[in-house]
């Protein structure tokens, strides 16, 4: 198993900033993917943080509103950028060894922007 | 396209009695990954199971244990003599085979054990 390290672990930020997130994996993985969690909800993958190119990004979510790095195989950013009070909700930031395998997560950020 | 359907919305329980948690799939692949995911009020998801489409024996992993079935596309989850620390949201998720496909989540269902 993987063990992941996220922080911060929660944040409140004044609307118009931008928060960066770490996210460090205690191995090597092939797969690193960042989600969005709105309360009560699912998760929604954000983008899934390629290792030495750009991050892939789902449909509603751009690179720059949401910038992601991943410079190596144990560690990913990500930005929240120009934030609003929409963004509020808890990111998570997941890892996976490879397509058969489970995925482990993170302890979530809990953003709050006001 | 590949979807994940947990039916319960929330469920709630009187300690010792036991759940089932459905979870319904649809996907095209012919291999393709199920899991089951915890999370507590705590917020961190917890992996409970991980299933691959070509072996459906079921599981058991002391109270917990995993029905899969293929011809019913399903993936239930039942939790015998339930307890309170039982009480979380229970995320079941699908993944195909192919390299950088990630998970897709069901909704999620909140179960909730009473004293």
């Known amino acids: 198993s993987a063990v992941i390290s996220q922080k911060p672990s929660r944040d409140i930020c004044q609307r118009g900033t931008s928060l960066t997130i770490q996210c460090q994996v205690d191995?090597?993985?092939?797969?690193m993917f960042w989600y969005r969690q709105q309360p009560g909800q699912s998760l929604t993958l954000i983008a899934t943080a390629n290792q030495g190119s750009e991050a892939t990004y789902e449909s509603g979510f751009v690179i720059d509103k949401f910038p992601i790095s991943r410079p190596n195989l144990t560690f990913s950013t990500l930005t929240v950028s120009n934030m609003s009070p929409e963004d509020s909700s808890i990111y998570l930031c997941?890892?996976?060894?490879?397509?058969?395998?489970?995925?482990?997560f993170g302890q979530g950020t809990r953003l709050t922007v006001v | 396209a590949q979807k994940v359907t947990q039916a319960q919305t929330e469920i709630s329980v009187v300690e010792k009695e036991d759940v089932t948690l459905d979870c319904v799939y649809e996907t095209r692949d012919t291999t393709y990954y199920l899991f089951w995911y915890k999370q507590p009020p705590s917020g961190e998801l917890v992996f409970l199971i991980r299933?691959?489409?070509?072996?459906?024996q079921n599981e058991i992993s002391g109270r917990y244990s995993w029905n899969f079935q293929k011809s019913t596309s399903s993936f239930n989850f039942t939790i015998t003599a339930s307890q309170v620390v039982d009480s979380a949201v229970y995320f079941c998720?699908?993944?195909?085979?192919?390299?950088?496909?990630?998970?897709?989540f069901g909704p999620g269902t909140r179960l909730s054990v009473l004293p």
């Open positions: 191995s090597q993985v092939t797969m």
């Open positions: 998720a699908l993944s195909g085979d192919n390299y950088g496909q990630n998970f897709v």
């Open positions: 997941s890892a996976r060894a490879n397509v058969y395998t489970e995925a482990f």
């Open positions: 299933r691959n489409s070509f072996d459906e």
